[in-house]
């Protein structure tokens, strides 16, 4: 999400931190450093500068210079500075005293309003609301039907033309809000048009659904990927619609971070939502100070845990506990654990959040690819093979890897592999094990994930 800008911005600390004393010279030329790094991540000019000029100030104070670690303490002015900029509380989507609470999305063609709608519903209804879609995207083709698509995936109601038997987005969404009402859900989000550029038509009617809709929240999304075109355009929305907050889609893709770190002092509005990937599961909650951690190489292990609590069951993890005890680990059981982890998100992004991590694999590849491939290796067992991989012997081997289309080689790997990770599996549920000194066994080597 944010690798250039991180790796820039630790290479300026790194000779920061090796100082005993920070003069006024040092500091600006690692000002300068951080600049540069800031303008290359696409952050806007005018912010840039005025962010720079609040560290210099809050750095040349006497408590810095006097300090016996002076590099830590800049360092802490830079990621206070950055919570600052990013905003320094977690905004949400306050829900209306009398349901529903409706949401209007708003944003140029192609940001992804659609698939956030989506995932605006899955993330309300995890949390035991009950959502509701209006589909008033008349201009774009396949919309209505890309919404009715997301709906049918979460079990959720979608409202279009067909139902309002009108092509009038204004009338659609008026209509969508009434329907809402009259079946008791939680939350709805009309999901409007967009256009290439902002044009009056467009703005003449995404207000107008304002005005007859009255919605509790405006949102805009934002590409992150245009970097600053996305925050010029949102400027030129605020202007027009006065939205109350902004989601970043598509952070996990080519977006080098200038979008998140500008579009909130530039619009006074607070980024609300990031998207990071393409599946629905795919969206976070903006906490300015997790992001700043993460933009610092500082890792973020509360979303991480988040994640995972997301994506494991407890009474999954339980089964899995008393086969553990039991010397009863399967590849069955081990495919349910690869589901469940690339469930929690992209390789790349999970490492990102453990401190350290970023640090310490650079230059490496994380590739999502073999969990893939190890997943296509177990679906080419038989069920009787997945409960006794002790019965894998050379044909059984030979029919799997073309099943898989993968090698034999890449079968013995997993197999040898997998009966390393139940050696330690074994070692840790035998009584007494704990507290001898033995330290926690480590992953076999090579194994996915490890």
Same mark, same amino acid.
Do not use: W
């Given at each position: ?41 696409? @952050? ?16 040349? *104070? ?47 063609? *192609? ?5 956030? %709608? ?8 995890? $949390? ?11 201009? $774009?083709?396949?919309? @209505? ?10 079990? @959720? ?26 079946? /008791?859900?939680?939350? @709805?989000?009309?999901?409007? #048009? *967009?256009? /290439? ?50 989601? &970043? ?6 977006? $080098? ?46 979303? &991480? ?32 654990? &690869? ?39 177990? /679906? ?31 079968? /013995? $790997?997993?197999?040898?592999?997998? *009966? %390393? ?28 994930? #490890?």
């Amino acid at each position: 999400m944010f690798d250039r800008l991180t790796e820039r911005l630790d290479d300026v600390f790194r000779q920061l931190r090796g100082q005993g004393r920070i003069t006024e010279r040092l500091l600006d030329e690692s000002l300068r450093e951080i600049r540069r790094a800031l303008l290359e991540a696409d @952050v806007n000019f005018k912010v840039a500068k005025e962010f720079l000029g609040r560290v210099r100030e809050r750095a040349l *104070g006497q408590a810095v210079m006097k300090s016996l670690t002076p590099g830590q303490q800049v360092i802490k002015i830079v990621h206070d500075e950055l919570v600052s900029l990013l905003g320094t509380a977690t905004a949400t989507i306050d829900l209306a005293p009398q349901p529903p609470t409706v949401v209007l999305l708003a944003g140029l063609q *192609g940001s992804g309003k659609t698939t956030i %709608a989506g995932k605006l519903a899955l993330h309300f209804q995890k $949390r035991d609301r009950l959502p509701y879609l209006v589909a008033a995207d008349t201009t $774009r083709p396949a919309a @209505v039907d890309q919404l009715r698509t997301h709906g049918a995936t979460l079990g @959720v109601e979608v409202f279009g033309p067909e139902q309002a038997q009108t092509q009038d987005p204004v009338e659609i969404c008026r209509l969508g809000v009434l329907q809402a009402r009259s079946r /008791n859900r939680s939350i @709805v989000f009309l999901d409007t #048009a *967009g256009r /290439n550029s902002i044009d009056e038509k467009m703005m003449a009617q995404v207000t107008r659904i304002r005005e007859v809709c009255e919605p509790d929240e405006v949102l805009f999304v934002a590409d992150a990927m245009l970097g600053q075109e996305s925050v010029e355009t949102a400027t030129r929305f605020h202007e027009a619609l006065a939205f109350d907050g902004v989601i &970043l889609s598509k952070m996990e893709g080519d977006a $080098r971070g200038g979008a998140a770190l500008s579009i909130r002092q530039v619009t006074g509005v607070p980024v609300k939502f990031i998207g990071t990937g393409e599946t629905l599961e795919a969206l976070e909650p903006f906490h300015p100070e997790r992001v700043a951690s993460r933009i610092l190489g500082m890792g973020d292990v509360m979303s &991480l845990v988040e994640k995972a609590e997301n994506a494991f069951d407890s009474e999954q993890a339980q089964r899995l506990e008393a086969k553990m005890r039991k010397e009863a680990f399967t590849f069955e059981d081990f495919k349910e654990q &690869l589901q469940a982890v690339k469930r929690m998100g992209p390789l790349d992004q999970l490492m990102g959040m453990i401190p350290g991590a970023s640090k310490a694999m650079k230059g490496m590849q994380v590739d999502d690819g073999a969990f893939n491939q190890t997943e296509a290796i177990i /679906n080419s067992m038989t069920v009787v093979e997945r409960q006794r991989p002790q019965i894998l012997n050379g044909s059984r081997r030979r029919r799997i890897a073309r099943g898989s289309g993968t090698s034999i080689q890449d079968v /013995n $790997r997993l197999v040898k592999q997998f *009966g %390393a990770m139940q050696k330690m599996m074994r070692q840790m549920s035998r009584p007494g094990r704990r507290g001898r000194g033995r330290g926690m066994p480590q992953m076999p080597a090579g194994f996915p994930g #490890a």
